[in-house]
């Protein structure tokens, strides 16, 4: 399975800005997955993300407020924009085992804050 | 309705006892059907994925899907402390990255020693 080194870990940050989160594989993978993890909620996907394209965002989401970058087969970033105290989750990013496989590897999380 | 449903819990068992953990759905277009376990501050780590209707076994571990029912299960044999963590069932309707997975709210288990 790869191996994934999701940054930060954790942190606090100030209504109205933004945080960047960064993703890293070991290996190289087609798309790359970008969850949401709220309290009490289902992880819920905002994007797929496959390198030289744009991302593919979920029904609720939008780029403007989750911009994605994938600049290579082995990273990808998720940028919350103007934050809001709704936007205080776990984000997690995600690639396939192995393609066409059903399991997927996922990084130990962004826990996010907002005040 | 929500297409997947799972009880929070928590689920609290003494160390040796057998686990059944359950998730139902809507969608009859599910196929493949997963477990996943969460350790707090973790991401989720695949347990068990099965397709269609059946069992499958893996160690203390078997998952079971009734698709008539649409209803699936994860039990666990001679739970330990260890086993505590939040179970978190999946599904699609494909097998690939570009089937989305839908995941159930998770039930927290504790495993008391």
């Known amino acids: 399975s790869a191996v994934i080194s999701q940054k930060p870990s954790r942190d606090i940050c100030q209504r109205g800005t933004s945080l960047t989160i960064q993703c890293q594989v070991d290996?190289?993978?087609?798309?790359m997955f970008w969850y949401r993890q709220q309290p009490g909620q289902s992880l819920t996907l905002i994007a797929t993300?496959?390198?030289?394209?744009?991302?593919?965002?979920e029904s609720g989401f939008v780029i403007d407020k989750f911009p994605i970058s994938r600049p290579n087969l082995t990273f990808s970033t998720l940028t919350v924009s103007n934050m809001s105290p709704e936007d205080s989750s776990i984000y997690l990013c995600?690639?396939?085992?192995?393609?066409?496989?059903?399991?997927?590897?996922f990084g130990s999380g962004t826990r996010l804050t907002v005040v | 309705q929500k297409e997947v449903e799972q009880d929070p819990g928590p689920l609290s068992v003494p160390e040796g006892a057998i686990v059944s953990l359950n998730c139902t759905y809507s969608?009859?277009?599910?196929?493949?059907f997963m477990w996943y376990r969460q350790y707090s501050r973790k991401g989720p780590e695949l347990l068990m994925y099965?397709?269609?209707?059946g069992n499958k076994e893996d160690g203390r571990f078997t998952a079971q899907v009734d698709k008539s029912s649409k209803y699936i299960s994860l039990f666990i044999r001679d739970s330990q402390p260890s086993d505590s963590a939040t179970y978190l069932c999946?599904?699609?309707?494909?097998?690939?990255?570009?089937?989305?997975?839908?995941f159930g709210k998770g039930t927290m288990l504790l495993v008391s020693p």
């Open positions: 995600s690639v396939e085992d192995s393609p066409g496989s059903y399991g997927y590897t």
């Open positions: 290996s190289q993978v087609t798309m």
């Open positions: 993300a496959n390198q030289g394209s744009e991302a593919t965002y």
């Open positions: 969608n009859s277009a599910f196929q493949y």
């Open positions: 099965t397709y269609s209707s």
């Open positions: 999946a599904m699609s309707a494909g097998n690939s990255g570009y089937s989305t997975l839908t």
